[in-house]
């Protein structure tokens, strides 16, 4: 009975020995394996830092400050102010023609009597007089008709044209010429800076301001 049992045990044993042998040999395994997958996902994560991170060198020399973006470029509002003088003697020229011709449908209908005078005066000239009135008055409306029409084309920029209006008339007061050492032979260039449309302009400007200077002192020493 003794020898029975010992024969039914051996197997059993057997079959323990063979799973202890096998068992640390797959946790010996399994352990590498998890040190390299984790060292893996960790130097996944390191890249993607390293991408999703941004240099800030990079960055602040392609994005524009916020004093930048609320200032305009002087070339572009010079040429801006270029634009706008043009659309005010584009409508300055049929305003002049419109207030003529509405001077001449006017008075040159009404009866003319010499016989009665107009504050003593014949009532011929005095209609023409008014009628070159109506021109006058058509062609000093032109510019503020245009400015107006020009004004509603640049409503989202006009904050920024009137800031470099002011910085601009600073500009010109600073750097234009004295305009009681004019004569004759040396007027004042350009004194209020109408004809500056672009950097080039305004750097001829001011050779013309320095031109008159120079001018203007070699007179008074003569003198």
Not at 149 to 172: A, G, N, S, V
């Amino acid at each position: 009975m003794s020898m029975r049992v010992q024969l039914e045990l051996r197997p059993l044993a057997g079959s323990l020995k063979a799973s202890g042998r096998f068992q640390p040999s797959s946790v010996s395994r399994s352990r590498p394996q998890f040190f390299t997958t984790c060292r893996a996902k960790s130097t996944k994560a390191a890249k993607a830092a390293k991408v999703e991170v941004p240099n800030p060198s990079s960055t602040v020399g392609k994005q524009p400050s916020q004093a930048e973006k609320e200032t305009l470029p002087w070339q572009e509002y010079l040429t801006i102010r270029k634009r706008k003088r043009r659309w005010e003697t584009a409508v300055t020229i049929p305003a002049t023609a419109a207030g003529f011709f509405a001077g001449v449908s006017y008075f040159g209908t009404l009866e003319v009597d010499p016989t009665k005078p107009i504050f003593n005066i014949d009532p011929m000239y005095v209609y023409g007089a008014a009628t070159l009135g109506c021109a006058g008055m058509g062609y000093l409306l032109g510019p503020v008709i245009g400015s107006s029409i020009w004004r509603l084309t640049h409503r989202r920029l006009m904050r920024l044209i009137e800031q470099r209006d002011k910085e601009f008339h600073q500009h010109i007061v600073k750097n234009r010429v004295d305009p009681t050492a004019q004569s004759a032979t040396n007027p004042v260039p350009d004194y209020y800076g109408e004809k500056i449309g672009s950097l080039h302009d305004y750097r001829q400007w001011l050779r013309d301001q320095a031109k008159f200077r120079r001018k203007a002192a070699g007179f008074l020493s003569e003198d």
